[in-house]
T-cell receptor, first 112, second 112 residues
Framework: GDSVTQMEGPVTLSEEAFLTINCTYT??????LFWYVQYPGEGLQLLLK?????DKGSNKGFEATYRKETTSFHLEKGSVQVSDSAVYFCALFTNTGNQFYFGTGTSLTVIP | GAVVSQHPSWVICKSGTSVKIECRSL??????MFWYRQFPKQSLMLMATSNEGSKATYEQGVEKDKFLINHASLTLSTLTVTSAHPEDSSFYIC????????FGSGTRLTVV
């Protein structure tokens, strides 16, 4: 069945460090891929998405490219800030199942 | 933008009691809402789909008599965990769909 495997955390980085959070997926159809972010005490917010192979989603300095050949959607940011500290969820959505499948979430802490 | 309010943010209850969690769409009407659950170090898993004015659709393995869902209006869905036990301790989060999916802030339930 459809599923998402996400890099386990927690991840702790110094400010201005490079961030990669790995995400791979398994899907029977042609899913859309998402990264959601959850800041402390808040709901999940859509960070970026990609709807087809080779699409690149980007927002707030974060990027992820939909790689069909490697079934991956890794999240990257060149220079993290303290304000990026949050939990990040990779997810896929398929029209066949009409529902989201989430990864386990990766907690990121950025220290000054 | 679309906002979903979830209440309470956290709750501690005694084993055998019932707990009600509310999910409200604040600035839009949601005919469909979704309830997810996340156990520690596991993915967010869809529990049920709540449809206004009709019975909820539960995912396989979710006890409908234990997790009562009521979607009596276009802006409110409630999840009641009946006769809660420690194994029901989890993170519950709702989502509403308009032109995309908006998530609430989640409820941390601890049953002691």
């Amino acid at each position: 069945g459809d599923s998402v495997t996400q890099m386990e955390g927690p991840v702790t980085l110094s400010e201005e460090a490079f961030l990669t959070i790995n995400c791979t997926y398994t899907a029977t159809g042609y899913p859309s891929l998402f990264w959601y972010v959850q800041y402390p005490g808040e709901g999940l917010q859509l960070l970026l998405k990609a709807t087809k192979a080779d699409d690149k989603g980007s927002n707030k300095g974060f990027e992820a490219t939909y790689r069909k050949e490697t079934t991956s959607f890794h999240l990257e940011k060149g220079s993290v800030q303290v304000s990026d500290s949050a939990v990040y969820f990779c997810a896929l959505f398929t029209n066949t199942g009409n529902q989201f499948y989430f990864g386990t979430g990766t907690s990121l802490t950025v220290i000054p | 933008g679309a906002v979903v309010s979830q209440h309470p943010s956290w709750v501690i209850c005694k084993s055998g009691t019932s707990v009600k969690i509310e999910c409200r769409s604040l600035d839009f009407q949601a005919t469909t809402m979704f309830w997810y659950r996340q156990f520690p170090k596991q993915s967010l898993m869809l529990m049920a789909t709540s449809n206004e004015g009709s019975k909820a659709t539960y995912e396989q393995g979710v006890e409908k008599d234990k997790f009562l869902i009521n979607h009596a209006s276009l802006t409110l869905s409630t999840l009641t965990v009946t006769s809660a036990h420690p194994e029901d301790s989890s993170f519950y989060i709702c989502s509403a769909s308009l032109y995309g999916y908006t998530f609430g802030s989640g409820t941390r339930l601890t049953v002691v």
